[in-house]
C-alpha cells in the first residue's frame, strides 16, 4: 500500500475514534445524573410515598400523592387547551408554506419556542393570576399550553411536510371535500408523528418549575380543584430541596426520581414511535 493512502487511512482512523470519544463523553454527564438521582431515590420510594400526602416537619414518613395527582392534572389541561389548537397551526402551516400569514407564524412559533419559561410564568401571572386575584392549577396550565405550542404546532408541520402529495391528490379526485381530505387522509398517515411530538411536548414541560411558581404557586393538601392553587412534583422539589429539613430532603429526592422517570419513559416512547414511523414512510 503507498504511503499517502496509509496515511490517509489513519487519518481518518483518527478523528473517527475522536469522534467516538467525544460522543461517549456528551453522555457522561447524562449517566452520572440518573445514577447520583437512582442512588438518593431509591430508597425513599414506596407505596406509601406515593399515596400519602406531605407530613408536618418532625414528623417521619409522608408522601407525594398531592403533587403526583397535581402534575397530572395540569399536564392533562395544558395538553388539552394546546394539542387541538397546535395540530390545526401545523396542519395550516404545512398547507400554506409560502403565504405571508404562514411566514408571520412561523416566526411567532420560533420566538414563542426561545421564549424562558419564567417569562411565561410572568406573563401568565399578570394575564390570569392577578385579575382573578388568586393562584390556580388553571393558570399553570395555560403556561405550560403556551409553551408546548410551538413543539406541536412545528413536529405537525414536518411530519406532514413528509407525506407524499399524491395521497392528499388522490382524496380530492374521489370527490372529497378538502377539510375531509385533510383529516381523513392526511392526518391519520402522519398520525405517528403527530403524536411523537406531542408526547415530546409532555416530556418538556413535565419537570418545568419556574411558571408554576408564578401561577400554580402549590398546595400542602389534596386538591383537585383547578381553580385554586395546586401542588405539583417541580414545585414539590424545589420547595423541598430549599428547604433546611431533612425529612423534606428525603421526599425532593424520591419525587425527582418519579419526575425523571417519567420524562426518562416519555422521551423513550417518542423515540421508539419516531422510528417506527420513519421506517414506515
Known amino acids: 500500500m503507498k504511503p499517502h493512502i496509509k496515511y490517509r487511512l489513519g487519518k481518518s482512523k483518527f478523528f473517527k475514534a475522536i469522534v467516538i470519544l467525544l460522543s461517549t463523553l456528551c453522555t457522561v454527564p447524562l449517566f452520572l445524573i440518573l445514577f447520583y438521582i437512582l442512588r ?22 409522608g408522601g407525594i400523592a398531592n403533587a403526583l395527582v397535581g402534575s397530572l392534572l395540569i399536564v392533562f389541561f395544558a395538553a388539552l387547551m394546546a394539542i387541538p389548537v397546535g395540530v390545526m397551526g401545523g396542519i395550516y402551516l404545512s398547507e400554506n408554506k409560502k403565504s405571508r400569514l404562514a411566514n408571520l407564524t412561523r416566526l411567532a412559533v420560533d420566538v414563542l419556542q426561545g421564549t424562558p419559561s419564567i417569562v ?27 409553551m408546548m405550542l410551538p413543539i406541536v404546532v412545528r413536529s405537525t408541520e414536518e411530519t406532514l411536510k413528509l407525506l407524499p ?3 392528499k391528490e388522490a382524496g380530492l379526485a374521489l370527490g ?53 392553587p395546586m401542588q405539583s412534583l417541580p414545585l414539590l422539589i424545589f420547595n423541598y430541596a430549599t428547604s433546611p429539613y431533612d425529612e423534606w430532603h428525603d421526599l425532593a429526592w424520591g419525587a425527582a426520581l418519579i419526575l425523571l422517570l417519567w420524562v426518562l419513559l416519555l422521551n423513550i416512547i417518542t423515540k421508539i414511535t419516531t422510528r417506527r414511523w420513519k421506517i414506515q414512510f
Not at 438518593?40 to 414528623?59: A, D, M, Q, S
Not at 410572568?122 to 403556551?146: D, E, R
Open 40 to 61: 438518593e431515590g431509591i430508597t425513599r420510594i414506596n407505596w406509601h410515598f406515593l399515596v400519602n400526602l406531605p407530613k408536618p416537619v418532625g414528623e417521619a414518613g
Open 120 to 146: 411565561v410564568g410572568i406573563v401568565i401571572y399578570f394575564w390570569i393570576v392577578k385579575p382573578l386575584s388568586t393562584f390556580s392549577a388553571l393558570s399553570g396550565s395555560v403556561a405550560l399550553a403556551i
Open 165 to 167: 402529495a399524491s395521497l
Open 176 to 228: 372529497l371535500p378538502y377539510q375531509r381530505v385533510i383529516l381523513r387522509i392526511v392526518l391519520p398517515c402522519g398520525f405517528s408523528g403527530v403524536i411523537s411530538g406531542i408526547i415530546l411536548a409532555v416530556a418538556r414541560i413535565a419537570g418545568e418549575t419556574a411558571p408554576l411558581l408564578f401561577t400554580a404557586f402549590g398546595n400542602p393538601f389534596f386538591s383537585t380543584n383547578i381553580f385554586k
